[in-house]
């Protein structure tokens, strides 16, 4: 996968843009609970009030708050809040005006330090004001604790105190109220923020409605950031994905276009065309999904590993079983399933095997009335594969619910632990309520890293097949300073001493090959399938490139001029027919736009082609499909000789073109050829000796070696190879007719 | 498989899907959709109608599941509500945190969670096994059609068509049916759990959560339409760009040869880029919906909170109910996308579904006539009485063809490539059947045969050597299955070639390979004969190889063809002039008609078409 990293480098800009997308929406998606819980737990039930510093408190109630509060505490408030005198300078607050002296925040307001001091100060104005039921327990043992005279409410008490005693009797309180939880005292001092609004005149209802809104807002502002930023990923991910693919679809195909035969041999044709579609499909389906969902699993994993350690440290033990839970979850299923993954595979390979031979060899099957046998073969096949499906899908059933399980699990361990923690006043409510928040978060960020890597291999594989089509060199170049023909020896073909062998392969293909072929002349090659024939041809264009000698096309080594020129000299005919798709024209003047219409006619004509063209509807605009389909084999063949002849080129090379045609177009292709091209080079390889035998000379090929070189007449005489071919075809007078 | 044929029917290229039937970056489906949704659906139904008890388990395991998930965040709200309630109590002088009582709690939370996933499991389990095997069946009812159906059917279509229905399409039905069962169930469950749960607490507040479904459904619907236009934009130039690798790859030299490299280039360029536009619009427009969706999940929660707020004002609910209302409205978004996700993935299975059970819908070829003709001690005689025949019934080619076969006689069959030599084999095999005229096996009518006694008259060596994927052995006892190893041995030898297979690695235990290349066309050709004198049958039909093998197994062919057609009566499609010559009757056939029917020394005399054509031969070029 790493390999193919560095053909995104163009894309770097935007992948960077990505990650700090990324990186807000992380942001956005790790606060957002907070927002949210935000609007319920302050909004709704603590009645918009957000903790123990309210925004305006009358001096009265402020000066008996003082009295609650140690000395240096006391200090600091007093730093925080201003008093007015004359409340009707400010303006309103929270939609009321007020006509008595009040505090309000100062300007460089610290809340984290005021908020608790105030807390703790209201919560015990309200345990020794009023006495609620429920704390009426907590007031009697801390009057009892402070021994006040029978009959005295602590606040009068307090209040009568000289400071130095009201101090020393405050550290006592303290000393106990500081292992009171925080979400206790945070309700009491609501409830007396509240209060003290509602002396004040302000609307609270009204208040609670605008924070709700306010938040509410707040929360649909961080939702549409991050929605913006999804937007903006998911835009950048599909653009860099898809150029990405395009990019590797161009430079692979470039590349196979410079391949060579031996190139193309050693991949096969039916592979590259799946690593230049499938594989890059691949490629490109997960590079959407690596910059989407894999680069954000870390940021947000990182980010709430980062919460959770903000908030509270206490029960970070849990995320580490949270994850190795899931990972031996994970590991022991796949390890179960793999292997099977794996056979399955196979299985659907033999099921595929299975019924493609039923459906190539059905005239056979029924010819010999086995289809029992087949249809239990193919039953064989089946239950294998549904055996493993079955055993591999419940596998796979069994993994969402373990996985929803543990996470479940996890969070009942998260509140169980919480709740010991809170009991011993080292963890609050709302703590415990995060954590579980962040610690999913946490684990889908890991479950998401751990399902992307079951699919890594697969596209991993689909990576490197890319990546080694794109590092092959071909095998085949110009010369850097590419040599000009030599017009002397126009159209003159030479091999001298030849020898061929794949590079891999053990044995030559063809072995010392020496001849020349003329212009005007008619050189064949005929011998057995696998004596080399089709290799020695291929080896003129410069398909293949020679392993010893060297071959000269118009006097030169075809190593020392440009592919270009030498192929432009080439009329080839390949073996099979192959069209493209477009029209007959477009076929025939597919070496060179500027062919002229005569010359393409003049070409269809030689090559029999004319006859059923003209039938044809629209002639030469007649449709081709995509490899010729839609027209015969002999038509195809018949086009792909047109093709050649169309470029006028000096030599022609039929590598067995004309076994597809029966012996009339044959024949009269040939004769045709004869008369209309005489001047050029003609090479021709064939199956049968009626297609040669007229050549001005042939060579007998037997297991890439010459047997023999000489006509018709001579070769019958002096060749055994070349008899037994001719005999296996003809009888012994017809050969010698 | 060994032939040429095949290899080229099935390259026809289909895009590989992912694994979980969709490739992840498409989560809008394929843009594959049914014909007859309603009717395909009906009959898929049907077929699971065999798993009645099965089906009817997975449904109530799958509620069960659902309903245990929804009530699993109530139950861990009373555990934190007592966390609280004890803190409360702690600070007032009480017992503090009541752990007996959060533990019950807890442990009837690990409860409903085992259970529920439990019942989830199972569910799945069931799932997979009733899919598995209904994937099961079809597969099979695919491989007995193979075996029912008309030849005629198999000439219109590509063997890779065939191919994807009995894996690619079982395997998005197997695949998006066990899915989309199991989701809708739970989200559907989960729908009216939670919806029952939020009326339960306040109409009002439900009636806004359910304002917000239009407004999704909307959403959805905008962005589906606009990224279904692209994804069908990408599909076509995929094809288009997939179609010119596979062309010019295919024809790579030619390209070098014509030199025509720059404009392929060209070309191929425009392609990639118009795939490269739509590939990104689809891509971005269908990851548009969830960041959507979290937003109109998140409006609809503000609006709940903000109602629920007023509502908490007038006391006319109270702030725990609040809590979870709005928990539910957070349960309540998720199920209602997934259902868009799986009606899209209900027309992929019924896309797949609707193919497999038009193929199983196929019309038959009638296996058995009502009083069949024995087969038994007939002598191979074979009659064509005024034979009348076309593929298509507007197109007549075999226009009235006459002629006496004695048994033991050599019927060759030559003309021109495209002549439909092959035709006269189809005929007498009864893959098709004439339209007027009769043909007839020692005097019988071969349509008063069962097909299979009929066929089991014949013996065939084709030019495509099908052999199969194991040992020599095999595939030579394929003509007769209940062959002994002696006979199949005997076989092998009368088809010289047992001294092959003798020097062979394994010997007659020797496997073939998948492709059935590592022997060579020549041997596979005397394995062919082989099996076809294994088969022993009283008439012979021949297709005389064109290629030339190399000299020494083309001798031995000719000796084995020799032997095989000793004592029965043979049709061979020659190409071999010393066949055509020694034949009892040659039979001239041109554009799909007989033109000609007689001896050699007769037809050269006649100096009509077979003249001409055994003279092209031999005449100098020029």
Request: a negative charge.
């Amino acid at each position: 996968m790493l390999k193919l990293a560095k053909y995104l480098k163009k894309s770097l800009g935007a992948i960077l843009a990505i990650f700090v997308l990324l990186v807000v929406q992380a942001f956005c998606d790790l606060s957002l609970p907070s927002y949210t819980s935000d609007i319920v737990n302050v909004g709704i039930q603590q009645g918009g009030v957000q903790d123990a510093a309210p925004d305006v408190i009358s001096k009265a109630s402020m000066d008996s708050l003082f009295l609650f509060m140690r000395e240096e505490d006391a200090k600091t408030v007093q730093q925080n809040y201003v008093l007015h005198e004359n409340p009707q300078e400010l303006g309103e607050i929270h939609g009321a005006a007020f006509q008595i002296p009040v505090y309000i925040p100062a300007q460089n307001f610290d809340r984290e330090a005021v908020e608790p001091i105030l807390g703790k100060a209201m919560l015990l104005s309200s345990l020794f004001g009023e006495g609620s039921a429920e704390t009426a327990a907590l007031q009697e043992q801390m009057t009892g604790a402070l021994q006040l005279p029978e009959g005295m409410n602590p606040s009068q008490a307090l209040a009568m105190m000289d400071d130095s005693a009201r101090q020393a009797m405050l550290e006592t309180i303290y000393e106990n109220l500081d292992a009171a939880p925080e979400s206790l005292i945070t309700q009491s001092a609501v409830v007396y923020v509240k209060n003290e609004y509602a002396s004040l005149g302000i609307d609270t209802n009204a208040m609670q409605t605008q924070y709700i809104l306010l938040s509410g807002a707040k929360m649909l502002g961080v939702t549409l950031l991050s929605m913006a930023s999804t937007i903006v990923t998911c835009l950048l991910a599909a653009r860099v994905a898809a150029s990405f693919g395009r990019d590797l679809r161009g430079r692979v195909f470039r590349k196979v276009l410079s391949f060579s035969n031996t190139e193309m041999d050693r991949f096969s044709t039916a592979s590259l065309i799946t690593r230049s579609t499938n594989d890059i499909q691949q490629i490109q389906l997960l590079m959407v999904m690596l910059l989407r969902i894999l680069l954000y699993a870390p940021i947000i994993g990182i980010g709430g590993i980062f919460k959770v350690f903000r908030t509270n440290s206490s029960m970070a033990w849990i995320i580490a079983v949270a994850f190795a839970a899931i990972l031996t979850i994970v590991l022991v299923l796949f390890g179960v399933a793999m292997p099977r993954f794996k056979k399955m595979q196979k299985l659907i390979d033999k099921l595929n095997l299975v019924t493609r031979e039923i459906l190539t060899g059905l005239p056979v099957i029924r010819a010999f009335g086995t289809h029992k046998h087949e249809e239990e073969r193919f039953d064989d096949a089946n239950t294998a594969l549904t055996k493993t499906n079955l055993f591999v899908n419940r596998t796979m059933a069994l993994m969402m619910p373990v996985m929803m399980l543990v996470m479940n699990l996890i969070s009942v361990l998260i509140v169980w632990n919480g709740a010991h923690g809170i009991d011993a006043g080292t963890m609050q409510v709302g703590d415990m309520m995060a954590f579980i928040q962040y610690t999913m978060q946490i684990i889908m960020a890991f479950l998401m890293i751990t399902m992307f890597s079951i699919m890594l291999p697969r596209a991993s594989v689909s990576a490197h097949r890319i990546h080694e089509v794109l590092e092959t060199q071909p095998s085949i170049h110009d010369p850097q300073q590419p040599a000009a023909f030599d017009e002397s020896k126009k159209g003159v073909v030479e091999f001298r001493h030849v020898s061929f062998r794949y590079p891999d392969g053990e044995e030559n293909i063809l072995t010392d090959i020496d001849f020349t072929a003329l212009p005007g002349q008619t050189t064949a090659i005929i011998g057995s399938t696998g004596s080399g024939k089709s290799t020695l041809v291929n080896l003129i264009p410069r398909f293949f490139d020679v392993t010893e000698g060297e071959i000269l096309v118009d006097g030169r080594d075809i190593r020392s001029v440009s592919q270009r020129e030498l192929r432009d000299r080439i009329g080839y005919v390949p073996q099979k027919g192959v069209l493209f798709s477009g029209t007959i024209e477009t076929n025939l003047k597919y070496g060179d736009k500027d062919i002229s219409d005569a010359d393409m006619e003049r070409a269809a004509d030689i090559a029999q082609a004319a006859g059923f063209i003209s039938e044809k509807e629209d002639g030469y605009q007649s449709e081709i499909s995509q490899g010729g389909t839609n027209v015969s084999g002999g038509q195809r063949q018949r086009l792909s000789i047109a093709r050649a002849i169309a470029g006028n080129p000096e030599i022609y090379i039929f590598d067995d073109s004309f076994s597809a045609l029966d012996y009339q177009t044959d024949r009269a292709l040939r004769a045709a050829l004869k008369e209309k091209t005489g001047g050029s080079t003609v090479i021709i390889v064939a199956q049968r000796i009626s297609t040669i035998s007229h050549a001005d000379q042939i060579i007998v090929l037997d297991e890439g070696k010459v047997a023999g070189i000489g006509t018709h007449q001579e070769l019958l005489k002096t060749c055994e190879v070349y008899r037994q071919i001719g005999l296996s075809q003809m009888s012994e007078e017809e050969l010698g007719a | 498989m060994s032939t040429q044929k095949n290899t080229s029917s099935n390259r026809s290229f289909r895009p590989r899907r992912g694994p979980g039937g969709h490739g992840p970056g498409a989560p809008m489906g394929t843009g594959e959709k049914a014909k007859n949704f309603k009717g395909t659906m009906k009959a898929l139904l049907s077929q699971l109608g065999a798993y009645k008890i099965a089906v009817f388990l997975v449904i109530l395991f799958a509620i069960g599941s659902a309903a245990f998930s929804i009530i699993g965040p109530k139950v861990l709200g009373n555990a934190t509500t007592e966390i609280f309630n004890g803190l409360m109590g702690k600070l007032s002088g009480g017992a503090g945190i009541d752990f007996a009582k959060i533990g019950t709690i807890l442990l009837t939370l690990i409860g409903l969670y085992v259970l529920s996933s439990l019942l989830s499991f199972l569910q799945g389990y069931i799932m997979s096994g009733v899919t598995q095997r209904l994937c099961f069946k079809l597969r099979k009812n695919i491989s007995e059609k193979l075996n029912r159906l008309p030849m005629k059917y198999f000439d219109t279509r590509t063997n890779g068509e065939i191919l994807s229905r009995t894996t690619n399409d079982i395997d998005t039905l197997g695949q998006s049916m066990n899915q989309s069962m199991t989701q809708m169930i739970t989200s559907i469950t989960t729908i009216i759990g939670v919806l029952i749960m939020m009326l339960s607490i306040s109409p009002l507040m439900t009636l806004i959560a359910i304002v917000m479904l239009p407004i999704s459904a909307f959403l959805v619907s905008i962005i589906v339409k606009h990224s279904q236009k692209y994804f069908q934009a990408q599909q076509e130039y995929l094809g288009h760009v997939n179609g010119q690798v596979e062309e010019v790859y295919a024809g790579q030299n030619i390209v070098k040869a014509f030199n025509n490299e720059e404009n392929v280039i060209e070309n191929f360029d425009t392609y990639n880029n118009i795939l490269y536009k739509s590939a990104w619009k689809s891509q971005f427009l269908s990851g548009l919906m969830m960041p959507l969706m979290t937003f109109v999940g998140n409006l609809g929660y503000v609006a709940v909170a903000i109602l629920g707020g007023a509502l908490a004002i007038n006391g006319t609910i109270t702030v725990g109910n609040i809590q979870s209302f709005i928990q539910y409205v957070r349960n309540f978004t998720q199920p209602v996308q997934q259902v868009a996700q799986i009606a899209n993935m209900l027309q992929s299975t019924a896309a797949a579904a609707e193919r497999v059970f038009e193929f199983l819908n196929e019309e038959e070829e009638e296996q058995t006539v009502a009083n069949p003709v024995s087969p038994e001690g007939l002598n191979g005689s074979v009659e064509f009485d005024h034979v009348r025949f076309g593929y298509n019934p507007d197109k007549i080619i075999i226009k009235d063809f006459s002629a006496k076969v004695r048994p033991g006689q050599k019927i060759a069959i030559v003309g021109p490539t495209g002549a439909g030599k092959t035709t006269m084999v189809k005929l007498l095999m009864r893959f098709y059947d004439v339209n007027s005229g009769a043909i007839r096996v020692d005097g019988h009518d071969i349509r008063d045969f069962n097909r299979e006694d009929l066929r089991s008259m014949f013996g065939m060596v084709l030019q495509d050597t099908w052999l199969f994927h194991g040992s020599l052995m095999e595939n030579i006892r394929y003509g007769n299955l209940n062959a002994t190893d002696e006979e199949v041995i005997a076989a092998a030898k009368a088809a010289h070639i047992h001294h092959f297979i003798k020097t062979q690695p394994g010997g007659y235990s020797m496997e073939l390979n998948e492709e059935a290349n590592n022997v060579s066309q020549g041997q596979k050709q005397l394995l062919t004969i082989a099996r076809a004198i294994l088969a022993d049958p009283k008439i012979l039909i021949l297709d005389e190889a064109t290629s030339s093998v190399d000299t020494r197994t083309e001798v031995l062919i000719q000796k084995a063809m020799d032997a095989l057609m000793e004592g029965r009566t043979s049709f061979i499609i020659a190409h071999r002039l010393s066949t055509i010559r020694d034949a009892d009757l040659i039979l001239v056939m041109k554009d799909g008609d007989i033109v000609e029917q007689g001896s050699h020394k007769d037809l050269l005399a006649k100096n009509g078409f077979y003249a001409s054509l055994y003279n092209s031969q031999f005449e100098q070029a020029g």
